[in-house]
């Protein structure tokens, strides 16, 4: 495919009526849910992005993406939601204080609440990326939401995990970027700002360690997103359109999830981020602490080059195993990384089958 590809566009899934359903959440965040439909169908499938992505790493129109997938498969109702970390919304650059567990408390719910509104009592199967995986099985486990038919987790879901040199950024860069740097938030865009900016000078100091390629939107998901040169995905799994327009696919990201991600870490586990704090009484200190009593089936996705989460998933699995044997499932993915089983040119047959048939053992 050539030539320019408009940002947020939906011309990447054909043949299906699109509907948007925005809604609110209980702290004060407008959110959308939008609706790919060719026809009722009693297994409903819900995508959910991560941090710095939104609903568009779902439908992209350079290479079959995985809503057509699911459509083209018999899953002919799905449904993606943007929540309060989606680069379609202003939030993430703006100086802000949220965390996992308002993602997990009110976004989700919320959203649910107008699924059910739309489809009933049919089986909703999720399938989640990033910290939209962490956030949604912490909304799962901490009994926030309940009635999933099935959950799949790619790269990280409950046991974060991450190379040594992501354990120094998330100590530091957070406070470096807000109080010294001066910036609440860090953007692909940055190097696209005005000369001698701080954006842009912070976009020639971070592409000063990455000669892997020319794309400074790629350097700076890099140091966003794990230790490596690429990071954040493998270039050869990538179409060359894509790779340029990583910009529009992986947008800002507040700092603050970082934070949380970083407590998580040291924790072992999804943990609260403050205990003390009696707005988030309903959900547990310990995100895990109820892992055996939690019936929705896992397939937990697990890149075998993953720098950015490392082996979480594998970690995951292994923990699961003991509390609840048989019930969830691993899926080691050959050759590729943290976010191109989603995004990759060979995606379709390499990936997304595995998640197909995961759902139709758990649905129809």
């Known amino acids: 495919m050539t030539g320019t590809i408009a940002r947020f566009t939906l011309e990447g899934v054909k043949d299906a009526d699109v ?3 925005p ?31 939104a609903s568009d790493v779902f439908i992209m129109p350079e290479h079959r993406n995985l809503a057509s997938h699911l459509l083209d498969n018999g899953y002919t109702d799905v449904w993606a939601l943007d929540f309060r970390m989606s680069g379609r919304y202003p939030y993430d650059t703006e100086t802000h204080r949220f965390t996992l567990d308002d993602v997990a408390l009110y976004d989700f719910p919320a959203a649910l609440r107008v699924l059910r509104r739309q489809v009933g009592d049919r089986r909703i199967h999720v399938i989640a990326h990033c910290l939209g995986a962490v956030s949604f099985t912490m909304s799962l486990f901490g009994g926030a939401v309940g009635g999933i038919a099935s959950l799949t987790c790619n790269s ?21 970027m807000e109080y010294v740097v001066g910036l609440p938030f860090i953007d692909p865009r940055f190097g696209d700002a005005p000369f001698l900016t701080r954006a ?7 592409s000063l360690f990455h000669n892997e390629c020319k794309e400074r939107a790629c350097h700076i998901q890099s140091f966003q997103w ?21 910009a529009d696919l992986c947008c800002a990201s507040g700092l603050h999830y970082y934070r949380h991600v970083r407590k998580m870490i ?26 055996a009593e939690i019936e929705t089936p896992l397939l937990l996705l697990a890149p ?36 191109d089983p989603l995004i990759g040119k060979n995606s379709h047959l390499d990936v997304f089958p595995r998640i197909v048939d995961f759902i139709k053992r758990h649905g129809a």
């Open 200 to 206: 842009w000078m912070v976009s020639r100091l971070i």
């Open 266 to 291: 040291n924790a072992g586990n999804a943990v609260k981020y403050d205990p003390k704090d009696d707005r988030y009484d309903a959900l547990p200190d310990d995100y895990l602490s109820n892992a």
């Open 156 to 176: 990280v879901s409950l046991t974060p995990r991450v190379p040594a040199f992501s354990r120094l950024k998330l100590t530091f860069g957070p406070n470096l």
């Open 304 to 339: 075998e080059r993953n720098k950015v989460f490392s082996d979480s998933n594998n970690h995951f699995h292994r923990i699961l195993e003991k509390a609840a044997p048989g019930r969830h499932e691993l899926a080691v993915l050959p050759g590729y990384g943290h976010l």
């Open 23 to 53: 809604f609110a959440t209980e702290d004060g965040l407008g959110l959308e849910l939008t609706r790919f439909l060719r026809a009722e169908s009693d297994d409903v499938v819900l995508l959910v992005h991560g941090l710095t992505s």
């Open 19 to 21: 509907t948007v359903y």
């Open 226 to 246: 794990g230790a490596g040169r690429p990071a954040m995905y493998e270039h050869e799994n990538l179409l060359p359109v894509t790779h340029a327009r990583m």
